[in-house]
């Protein structure tokens, strides 16, 4: 009998750690889709949208999102997205130096597990000739 208080104690403990239990502010990302292909001239530039939704329990926060050329230019909401709420990554590419067939990488830094998603433009740039 002298057990079941000690057994009593260690589950109301565990109960109580299970309900205040801290998840580190990390939610859950969403996107539309993770790439965009698309087929431009050389010269020209291309706008990509990516939907971020943010489907956890917590505020989602975009901490940072970069490119791995100079060639992107990309806005993205700095404030903290609501649970339930949608918002936009806008991926700007110039395709000046590039021909022929190209891909982006865009990394997303959120407070996620994992923290980073990889978002990708894949395509096709044509050098305009002359007649």
Do not use: R
């Not at 698309?38 to 999102?65: M, Q, T, Y």
């Not at 990488?105 to 096709?124: E, F, R, Y």
């Amino acid at each position: 009998m002298k057990k079941a208080p000690f057994v009593l104690v260690v589950l109301l403990t565990s109960i109580s750690y299970c309900s205040c239990k801290n998840n580190n502010g990390q939610t859950e990302i969403q996107f539309d889709k993770d790439t965009v292909n698309f087929s431009i001239s050389h010269g020209k530039p291309f706008k990509a949208i990516f939907k971020v939704n943010n489907i956890g329990n917590e505020d989602l926060n975009i901490l940072n999102v970069s490119g791995d050329c100079s060639c992107t230019n990309i806005e993205y909401p700095k404030e903290a997205i609501p649970a339930g709420i949608s918002a936009e990554i806008k991926v700007t590419y110039n395709s000046d130096g590039d021909e022929g067939e190209v891909k982006k990488i865009i990394v997303v830094k959120s407070n996620t597990d994992p923290i980073l998603h990889t978002l990708t433009l894949k395509g096709m740039v044509t050098k305009i000739t002359g007649f």
